[in-house]
């Protein structure tokens, strides 16, 4: 027979606050409890999930699945807002680097195809050799303008 779990009730991991035992067990005995989130949803949880240690290289829970699920969509937009953040300080940086040996226009051009689609443009200018070697504008749904013969590298 298991042995009596530690009492959690009360306890807040994350936005899950701890209200009542569960019957279930795992099957490594751990017991289960019945968590509400600051939505108001409900969710079971084994205690081996509930922990405020987050270091562990163990999965804890800290939400209900609705939340979870809205808190990891939140995370890959943060990531990917800096990662186009990081492309458009290199982007402006290899722009700098290259003025006065390409032609103005280019500079005028938006830096990355997300900033292209912003402003509603259809070419842009990183700044960066495309894999043939041709330093040129890119169109946002092609690719260099060189490789597709429309202008001249600025080689």
């Known amino acids: 027979m298991p042995s009596r779990p530690r009492n959690r009730i009360g ?18 005995g751990n017991a289960y409890w ?15 999930k509930l922990s405020h240690n987050t270091t ?12 979870s699920r809205e808190r990891q969509v939140e995370g890959v937009c943060a990531k990917n807002d800096r990662e186009e953040l990081e492309r458009r300080r290199a982007a402006q940086q290899n722009r700098l680097d290259l003025k006065g040996s390409i032609p103005d226009a280019w500079l005028k051009l938006p830096l990355t195809d997300a900033h292209a689609r912003e402003l509603g443009a259809v070419k842009f200018f990183r700044g960066t050799r495309c894999l043939r070697g041709h330093l040129a504008p890119y169109r946002i749904n092609g690719g260099c303008m060189a490789c597709a013969g ?3 590298s600025a080689e």
């Open 11 to 28: 306890e807040v991991y994350g936005q899950l606050t701890v209200v009542r035992p569960s019957e279930r067990r795992s099957r490594g």
């Open 34 to 48: 019945w968590c509400r989130c600051s939505c108001g949803c409900e969710r079971e949880v084994p205690s081996d």
């Open 56 to 67: 562990r290289r163990k999965a804890t829970v800290t939400a209900c699945e609705s939340c």
């Open 150 to 152: 429309q202008i001249p």
